[in-house]
């Protein structure tokens, strides 16, 4: 297959060359590939609006460990309706909810501080920006004001006619615009790529599995699908799993996708979204373009967030 | 002043029961004033669109211990570029982050559940459905798929042409209706109202302040104003504060917009938003309407959420 | 064997009416059988001192997500010397620790509101004492000064010449006896009762493994034993493992032996010790009784503390 | 007054220098002055032993933010008897506690890898071996058999007819000498210095107080002391405050105690103890050494404990 073609760690640097865009628009600047994402993107985003339906594109927080949940949350109930307060009524509940931002199974968008490779983080910021008391640059605050545009789901287990792909397949980009054909879709600039490889249902069905170096892995993207996104000026990507093919094919690179994306293009990306509710909507109103919005927790110093991001049709 | 004129007890009861919702779309209906914002109401929100700008109305998560914030939360690097993957590159920092999901000074969301009135939940629902263990039911995936919707502020403080209400001022109806006047504006069906005190502002020029009742207390809205918002069918309250006069003026009852508007009326309630990006945007686009998106974390079993709302004109 | 005797509800009412401790020192009284452990007999423990070693008796804490560890800790570096305090030399580094305080793999101990038996705690004292806010009465600080005594080791693996004894295995007072025969020892009054199973060695050698109800289960002590632990004026229980037998063999009663030590006799318990290193200590001192301090956390409200016991010989 | 020479940084220099233990005992030893403690010395402690009392010198854990407090402990019940185990009796309650390790009202003990001085920690390591992940060497599990010896009381307030020492003073070696005379004491190799302010008495009597830079500071010991205590051979430092003065008396050092006895002498330090409890005992036994024992959590890659350090009469 194509896609396990092996890549050098010399082609992975001339890659890394060419989709970056360090330095396009100011040698300061924290936003990226959301450079692309005007409001004229966001018009027409808004265009997409028929039925008024909206769905979650977030994996219901999992609070048990697994193996793709190593560090579970903490969520405990600190109030309850056995004491009364003595302010009179009402009467309150409480909980406290304390998490890992990252992870495997945990629905998340990333700060661009949160990858370097060789030593940078996206626009040559060097690894020292972020120490013990967080990082000073590029942190999630970066996305305070949400994230609105066009979503576009290619959704590759449908093109395949399969539930889900399986861990260790790459998808190529012949295989993406054949999704679009499929789908009668494009993406474009500005765009949000919804990439489905079916990692979720197979997690409902097959039951959690370690998907990284030490587990079975996981399916993703082949790396040089990242110049179709440069190109297409993609703006913002959103994949069931995170994007990665792991084990991955490039030499000496365990996660290319994520190196690619965020450190050398600054695109704003989330992980281990679910599409099992959304791809049915898909169907149902037959078009697999709508409007998303993501709205990460305003969290200064934050490498990232736990997100619900809407999908509205 | 008539905002001052006290409530008893009985009175408040007769209120309570005048804007209740209990029963109206079945028994074990959890959407509440949700059931307002229909699909035509969300496709009349889209049609505000113009700028395309997005703005957020959550106040920075606030990690120092203070007046109105008791038990900061906990929020810590967990790993930073000291170390090196044996996997190879890129290198990932992480974090974590954990808060108490209520309290006076940090932009969230409250489930139904988290309001009990005389020891009973919205829709006559029992308080021992709320165990140690968590709520059986209103928990916050009630919200799950998003909360899309018409928004529209109404600016007090520009009315009265003052930085902040004063704590322990309450908002009329007659109040409200100016400030529709002012701006041309009118809470409709389905609406979500943004209420703004300038609790915010004070916050940031004069420095927390314990907002409680063992403190200086808060602005808000008269009760009986939830007899307007009862009539219009507005179906989400976004406050900044938290709609409560502190002190109240209802005997025996500490906060009865709570009480009235969760308990009785089932509406989704978000606390402590902050309007001052947002205020600046009205002002220049000349408009106090637009979409809004909430999108609360979906957590099983949670009494609410912290919350980045999002505006978008 | 007659450990496997089944022993019905009602047996098991009278033999927790047997050794009930309920009123024995005064209505209101919260040290239970510490009251055993006078003064008189912590100056005896202090005569054994020979060699002045000191051991622990605590797992080290244990971080990894795990059969017996469903909700590790949470233990993060707070600040590293990757930031330098402005404040000048020295530099410090921090870390944050969390966890839940019980639990079936960390060393920890037990305050008497922990267990309820059929609706009462110690003493006939109300479960409606614990609340969301934590208990009123009977918490971890009963033990804020510390437990000092005398220790005796009954090793029962080393009585029958096994490595550990395997899940679902009760130990009878015979053999309770027994050890005591062959370690020359006798268990009396005010003393600390140290009991070896093997648990943790087999943990070390065979891997941590679901020690509950829906896993494999663990060895214990038969429930008859506690009338022997009663008659000999036993102040205090230090099991690795639990104690309890699981399953157990006892009618309705899942884990007998907290019921009748903590609810009936109020005993101070700790749980998941670790007797590697102390009984090696033990062969080469050839003695099995040594002073142990016991040094809980000072937490009010708690409802137990992770634990480091010391033996000290 | 003597003690508010100041103290240049040369003269710090050849302090630290005077006072240093680096290789004494080895180029990778970790235990510092706890070499002084041997068998002998603690069979010697055991030898105090009369009335059998026992007391703790740990603070009750305080969850209230304030001036000293500034990132309380987390600490909920997490199951309450208000749901029913399905395995049937007893029933359980439990509850979760999380904390920073560190701090200023908090007791707890550090790990030699706690403090920097220079760049070096204790016996010339890099700072290097304390990364995100944690420390590689000198972290609390050092002490994970527990510290047990002789404690000697030096109570400066008793000896000068004072309440508390004032924020900024700082005790000498004279003042500790006459300490010595009035009590019928001697430090001497292997002791525990329990080193008493009143700080925590003031605490209680006047509320909790900055006692940081930023602050009114708190009482300590001259930094000359530290010869007093190299030659005596102390083993252990419990002070309650932290034994800095601060603002500290040396140019360029805000903790020149810290720095001295860690990361110079890898004294065995403790913060943040009270004596309240324990001076009363001293009175009413009319002595000022005891047995101390030390169990601080089994932590790996812990930078310290909380402690609830226990005195033996």
Redesign the interface.
């Known amino acids: 297959m194509k896609n396990k073609n092996r890549m050098s760690g010399q082609e992975f640097a001339e890659l890394f060359k060419k989709v970056s865009n360090w330095g396009r628009w100011g040698p300061n600047e924290e936003r990226g590939t959301l450079n692309y994402l005007?409001?004229?993107?966001?018009?027409a985003a808004?265009e997409l609006?028929?039925?008024?339906?909206?769905?979650?594109m977030?994996?219901?927080?999992n609070?048990?460990?697994?193996p793709d949940?190593?560090?579970?949350p903490?969520?405990?109930?600190?109030?309850?309706?056995?004491?009364h307060?003595k302010?009179?009524?009402?009467?309150?509940?409480?909980?406290?909810?304390?998490?890992?931002?990252?992870g495997d199974c945990h629905?998340h968008i990333d700060a661009l501080?949160?990858?370097?490779?060789?030593?940078e983080l996206y626009n040559g910021k060097p690894?020292?920006a972020?120490?013990?008391?967080?990082?000073d640059l590029m942190d999630i605050?970066t996305y305070?004001?949400?994230?609105?545009g066009r979503g576009v789901l290619l959704d590759i287990p449908r093109l395949r006619d399969v539930k889900w792909l399986e861990p260790g397949e790459a998808v190529t980009d012949d295989e993406l615009e054949a999704a679009e054909k499929a789908e009668g879709v494009r993406l474009g600039e500005g765009d949000m790529f919804l990439f489905r490889t079916g990692h979720h249902r197979r997690r409902l069905e097959l039951g959690p599995w370690n998907n990284g170096?030490d587990g079975e892995g996981r399916a993703g993207l082949d790396p040089n699908t990242m110049l179709m996104l440069h190109e297409r000026k993609v703006a913002v990507f959103l994949p069931d799993g995170d994007g990665e093919t792991v084990p991955s094919n490039v030499e000496?690179?365990?996660?290319p996708i994520?190196?690619l994306q965020?450190?050398a293009m600054g695109m704003a990306c989330a992980d281990n979204l679910q599409f099992e509710?959304l791809a049915k909507i898909c169907e149902e109103e037959h078009r697999w373009e709508f409007m998303v919005?993501?709205?990460?927790?305003?969290?200064?110093?934050?490498?990232?967030s736990?997100?619900?991001?809407?999908a509205?049709f």
Do not use: W
């Open positions: 005007t409001s004229v993107r966001l018009r808004t609006f028929r039925s008024g339906r909206s769905v979650s977030a994996i219901p927080i609070e048990v460990a697994g949940n190593p560090h579970p903490v969520h405990h109930m600190i109030r309850t309706y056995d004491v307060s302010l009179g009524e009402p009467q309150f509940v409480l909980d406290y909810f304390g998490t890992e931002v990252h629905t501080c949160h990858v370097a490779y060789k030593g690894t020292s972020v120490t013990s008391q967080g990082p605050t305070a004001h949400g994230i609105v170096y000496g690179v365990a996660y994520h190196a965020i450190a509710e919005v993501l709205a990460p927790l305003r969290l200064p110093r934050g490498t990232g736990l997100l619900n991001p809407i509205i």
